[in-house]
């Protein structure tokens, strides 16, 4: 059997793990910092590599066949790595690549290119705003301790924000657009700052924003590097197949999917 290893975190590779697993030998690598990762289905390792040479290193070792880069998209450095690693010992990857939202019809969104620009796009003025960023991103806010901040991540944010005035939620996706309506509203938010993650899972906050005309500052997705890759996971699975290594997955229609 080959060996395929997907870079995951993401629901995608939990979901393209399931449906490559039939026919490979498939281990999925997460970066190890959510404390009770949903089960995945498949063999999991964890942690990081020790970068690029590291993660070459492992490739040989382990024999792996294919690699798939199914990681989040603001988590570049990982997808930066797996191409360099890849190219160094020739083995072939793709890249499951989750398209950004787009701004629609009566969305206030304002772009940024970091989450230190959003810190200073929030302005001087005292603001209730949501934080739905990762929690190794929200210390950038204590820069700003004069807005009331909402802050809502999957494991708890240790230390909590040096600033006067935080709230705190545990939670994890999908969220549903009418559960989110119902909580800016409940907590008077005035302000969403969002990383454009794209997928329905997390789109609902922005939904939310909209139909209540509330401000959200989009943190601009980094650059990735330009490997072969698919949008969903049905494509990037029927992409591994005509790519066959050695007729690696077989058709889906032969699998009577
Ligand atoms: N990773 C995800 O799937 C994920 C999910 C949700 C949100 N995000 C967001 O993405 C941003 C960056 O996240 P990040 O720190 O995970 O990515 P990153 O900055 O690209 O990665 C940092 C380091 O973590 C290790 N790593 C990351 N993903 C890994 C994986 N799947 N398997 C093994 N090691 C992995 C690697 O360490 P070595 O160099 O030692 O190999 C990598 O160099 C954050 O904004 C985060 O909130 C990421």
Same mark, same amino acid.
């Given at each position: 059997? /080959? /060996?395929?290893?997907?870079?995951?975190?993401?629901?995608?590779?939990? #979901?393209?793990?399931?449906?490559?697993?039939?026919?490979?030998?498939?281990?999925?690598?997460?970066?190890?910092?959510?404390?009770?990762?949903?089960? #995945?289905?498949? +063999?999991?390792?964890?942690?990081?590599?020790?970068?690029? /040479?590291?993660?070459?290193? %492992?490739?040989?070792?382990?024999?792996?066949?294919?690699?798939?880069?199914?990681?989040?998209? %603001?988590?570049?450095?990982?997808?930066?790595?797996?191409?360099?690693?890849?190219?160094?010992?020739?083995? !072939?990857?793709?890249? =499951?690549?989750?398209?950004?939202?787009? +701004?629609?019809?009566?969305?206030?969104?304002?772009?940024?290119?970091?989450?230190?620009?959003?810190?200073?796009?929030?302005?001087?003025?005292?603001?209730?705003?949501?934080?739905?960023?990762?929690?190794?991103?929200?210390?950038?806010?204590?820069?700003?301790?004069?807005?009331?901040?909402?802050?809502?991540?999957?494991?708890?944010?240790?230390?909590?924000?040096?600033?006067?005035?935080?709230? %705190?939620?545990?939670?994890?996706? !999908?969220?549903?657009?009418?559960?989110?309506?119902? =909580?800016?509203?409940? #907590?008077?938010?005035?302000?969403?700052?969002?990383?454009?993650?794209?997928?329905?899972?997390? %789109?609902? /906050?922005?939904?939310?924003?909209?139909?209540?005309?509330?401000?959200?500052?989009?943190?601009?997705?980094?650059?990735?590097?330009?490997?072969?890759?698919?949008?969903?996971?049905?494509?990037?699975?029927?992409?591994?197949?005509?790519?066959?290594?050695?007729?690696?997955?077989?058709?889906?229609?032969?699998?009577?999917?």
């Amino acid at each position: 059997m /080959k /060996k395929i290893l997907i870079l995951g975190g993401t629901t995608e590779a939990r #979901q393209l793990a399931g449906i490559l697993a039939a026919r490979a030998a498939v281990t999925l690598s997460l970066a190890g910092r959510t404390e009770s990762p949903v089960a #995945q289905g498949v +063999p999991v390792r964890s942690g990081g590599f020790g970068g690029a /040479k590291g993660l070459a290193t %492992y490739l040989g070792e382990a024999g792996i066949d294919l690699l798939i880069d199914a990681t989040h998209p %603001y988590a570049a450095r990982i997808s930066a790595n797996a191409a360099q690693a890849a190219r160094m010992v020739r083995v !072939p990857i793709f890249a =499951l690549r989750r398209p950004g939202w787009e +701004p629609v019809e009566g969305d206030r969104w304002t772009d940024v290119d970091t989450v230190g620009d959003s810190v200073q796009a929030l302005g001087p003025a005292p603001r209730r705003v949501f934080l739905a960023l990762g929690r190794q991103e929200v210390a950038a806010f204590e820069a700003a301790p004069q807005h009331h901040y909402l802050i809502r991540s999957v494991d708890p944010v240790e230390p909590q924000l040096a600033v006067p005035d935080a709230s %705190y939620l545990l939670a994890r996706g !999908p969220f549903r657009e009418p559960d989110e309506r119902a =909580l800016l509203r409940e #907590q008077r938010i005035d302000v969403v700052v969002s990383k454009n993650s794209g997928g329905a899972a997390t %789109y609902g /906050k922005i939904a939310a924003a909209r139909a209540l005309d509330i401000e959200v500052i989009m943190v601009r997705r980094p650059d990735l590097p330009d490997v072969p890759s698919a949008e969903t996971v049905e494509a990037l699975a029927a992409i591994v197949n005509q790519f066959g290594v050695d007729h690696l997955v077989e058709p889906a229609a032969e699998r009577g999917v």
